[in-house]
């Protein structure tokens, strides 16, 4: 099995660019599945950190890099929607948040925004025992007491530390979203309504963008809640920041 990937056929999530060299690395076995980007191209790529797979290779065997909360030993580990890539020693945090065209980007947060993560909630099952089993966008299980009221399509936040569910988002009319897919991916907003399609059709949503409203399928957005706004503040205060410093 090959060990490389080719840039033109990487996903659309990958924020790599296609046309600059033929290859680039392929995603080890992990969470998020096809979908999922390997560190070192966030690290190499994106951040900068590293110039090489080597150097990347040494970044995560000296527990410098966290995933999660957790030091990953793999520079090919996938990393995908809503994870959370932590540098301790250089005292940088950031959310994985989908950007235009669906591609993932890196959203500046502070260090206890950081201690936990989302998940959406896109399976539930009753397990062996009697507990429920909820299966999140990124492959993981999380169990929890039978009568708890979570469902599919609703958004939980996980402790990175105790892996304990600290909140609680449910699906629903006036619930704050963002689309993770599709011509608005990126964009935040209030769910106006939600459609259902009769048949095997994908049911709409419609979302509210300050003044501006879109439509798009029940797939493509996931619950969030206002931390995700700041996030994006605090970006937008970091590229003023480093536009100022270059002015200078």
């Known amino acids: 099995m090959t060990r490389h990937q080719k840039r033109l056929s990487v996903p659309n999530s990958w924020p790599v660019e296609r046309k600059t060299q033929t290859f680039t690395v392929k995603a080890g076995a992990g969470p998020h599945g096809e979908a999922g980007v390997p560190l070192v191209v966030l690290l190499r790529d994106v951040l900068g950190y590293v110039d090489s797979t080597k150097e990347a290779r040494y970044a995560v065997n000296t527990d410098a890099v966290l995933v999660n909360g957790t030091a990953v030993s793999d520079e090919q580990?996938?990393?995908?929607?809503?994870?959370?890539?932590?540098?301790?020693?250089?005292?940088?945090?950031?959310r994985v948040f989908p950007d235009e065209g669906g591609r993932l980007a890196l959203t500046p947060i502070d260090e206890e925004s950081a201690s936990s993560r989302l998940g959406k909630v896109t399976n539930k099952?009753?397990?062996?025992?009697?507990?429920?089993?909820?299966?999140?966008?990124?492959?993981?299980?999380?169990?929890?007491?039978?009568?708890t009221e979570y469902d599919t399509k609703d958004s939980i936040v996980i402790d990175n530390e105790s892996q304990a569910i600290v909140a609680h988002f449910e699906y629903e009319e006036g619930a704050l979203v963002t689309a993770t897919?599709?011509?608005?991916?990126?964009?935040?907003?209030?769910?106006d309504a939600?459609?259902?399609?009769?048949?095997?059709?994908?049911?709409?949503?419609?979302?509210?963008?300050?003044?501006?409203?879109?439509?798009?399928?029940?797939?493509y957005v996931v619950v969030i809640?206002?931390?995700?706004?700041?996030?994006?503040?605090?970006?937008a205060e970091s590229d003023a920041d480093e536009a100022g410093e270059t002015d200078e």
Do not use: C, K
Not at 125 to 147: A, M, S, W, Y
Not at 181 to 191: L, R, S, T, W
Not at 194 to 214: A, C, F, K, P, Q
């Open 77 to 94: 580990r996938p990393i995908g929607m809503f994870d959370i890539l932590a540098f301790p020693i250089r005292g940088e945090y950031f």
């Open 125 to 147: 099952t009753v397990v062996p025992g009697g507990d429920v089993q909820l299966t999140l966008h990124d492959g993981t299980n999380v169990r929890v007491e039978p009568g």
């Open 181 to 191: 897919a599709g011509q608005h991916a990126g964009q935040i907003g209030e769910i």
């Open 194 to 219: 939600i459609d259902v399609t009769l048949g095997s059709g994908s049911n709409t949503v419609v979302v509210g963008d300050g003044e501006d409203r879109y439509e798009t399928i029940e797939e």
């Open 225 to 235: 809640d206002e931390n995700f706004t700041d996030d994006e503040d605090a970006a």
